[in-house]
Structures are given as C-alpha cells and as structure tokens.
C-alpha cells in the first residue's frame, strides 16, 4: 500500500525558512521511473506545483519559486524534503507532497497535507 | 508561468451531464497529452480521476471522461450525482519539464 505523510512546523514567522518532510512507504524512492513532488494550496484557492524530484536525483522547480525553493531525498529514510527560503505571509498554505511516474505523468497517490501559517 | 483558465463554477441536476474546460497554450496543453484530472472534497487531498488527456485510474466511475482539442482540454461528468459536488483542477505537463495546475472549478449538484 503507497502512502504518503508530510510533517513539519504548523507556524514559521516572516523570512524564516520552511522544512517540510514527505514519508513514503509502499515504494522506493529509487525505483526507475518514481518521482515525488509538492503542491501546495492557500486556503481558499487553487492547487499549486512547486517542484519535483525524480528516482535518479533529477529536479525540477517552478519558475516563479525556483529561487527560493529546494528539494532533496534521503533514500535512506525513503524521505523527500522541500525547503522554503524568506517566507512570507502569502507562504501560508496547505504543503501537499505526492507520487508520479515517468509512466503515468500524474500525481496518483497524495499525502494528507500540512497546514502552514506564517506570521 | 500562468495558471491554466478554468470556469470558477459549473453547475446541474442530477442526472445530468455538466462539461468543464481547461485552457492553456503551446507550452502546456497543446504539447503534450500530459493532461491530468483531479477532484477535491472540502478539507481533504486531490484524488486523480483522469490522466493522459482521458485515462481513467482503476476504480474511477466511468461517467468521468476527458478529452483535449488543441490547447483546450475538458472533462465531463455524465449522470451527475450529488457525491460529484467538489472541486476541479487540471493539470498539464509543461516544455519547461515542469507542472501546472487550472484556477479550479466548482461543481454544484443542484
């Protein structure tokens, strides 16, 4: 069974930096083709794509976030790690980290979501 | 890089069929059949219902059904019901090798 869980902080002040921590089960994340990324959603809004990370250390990023955004693994801990640079008030957001394929280029399996304020 | 357009709301009766579309452009939509589906009940995470312009995943109601013309793609829920009443978002992959998702559509089963 594939699951995902985020944790990390519920409140971050302004300009501090966001760690969020995806844990997978079910899969590894150095299986050919396996890629695991964040979306996040300010409440009352859309979904957003922030960045991806692929079984073989490839990453991807928005344009809009990429200098402030980076995304590690540790296979060790079957972890993705998103970090977050000088955040701001409109930072805060549901953080969502979920599974996709080179197969099925889709986010297929989605963790709960980690509600993040900051101010 | 912009969110893709969708209608803020669609609504119908049950039974009916209500269709919701999906604009990008060049870079997006029209480049690739990368086009995915997912609806959101209040408080809960995406679930993907359509991907690959019209795949279904295992256990998705077949009244879920997408399609793409040029930068435009659309789902369509057929024989609506009230458990459809959610949230919609698209999603395409990019030439950028990135992602993105629509500005959401809110379904009303009235």
């Known amino acids: 069974q594939i699951t995902l869980k985020e944790s990390g902080p519920t409140l971050v002040k302004p300009r501090q930096t966001l760690t969020l921590t995806c844990t997978c089960s079910g899969f590894s994340l150095t299986t050919t083709g396996v890629a695991v990324g964040w979306i996040r959603q300010p409440p009352g809004k859309a979904l957003e794509w922030l960045a991806l990370?692929?079984?073989?250390?490839?990453?991807r990023y928005s344009p809009s976030l990429s200098s402030r955004l980076t995304i590690t693994k540790d296979t060790s801990k079957n972890q993705v790690v998103l970090t977050l640079t000088n955040v701001d008030p409109v930072d805060t957001a549901t953080y969502y980290c979920?599974?996709?394929?080179?197969?099925?280029?889709?986010?297929?399996?989605w963790g709960q979501g980690t509600q993040v304020t900051v101010s | 890089q912009s969110a893709l357009t969708q209608p803020v709301s669609v609504s119908g009766s049950p039974g009916q069929s209500i269709t919701i579309s999906c604009s990008g452009t060049?870079?997006?939509?029209?480049?690739?059949?990368?086009v995915s589906w997912y609806q959101q009940h209040p408080g809960k995470a995406p679930k993907l219902i359509i991907h690959e312009v019209s795949d279904r995943p295992s256990g998705v109601s077949h009244r879920f059904s997408g399609s793409k013309s040029g930068n435009t793609a659309s789902l369509t829920i057929s024989g609506l019901q009230t458990d459809d009443e959610a949230d919609y978002y698209c999603s395409s992959y990019t030439t950028s090798s990135a992602f993105v998702f629509g500005s959401g559509t809110k379904v009303t089963v009235l």
């Open positions: 060049t870079i997006d939509i029209g480049s690739y059949k990368y």
């Open positions: 990370i692929y079984w073989d250390d490839e990453k």
């Open positions: 979920a599974r996709t394929s080179i197969i099925a280029v889709a986010f297929n399996y």
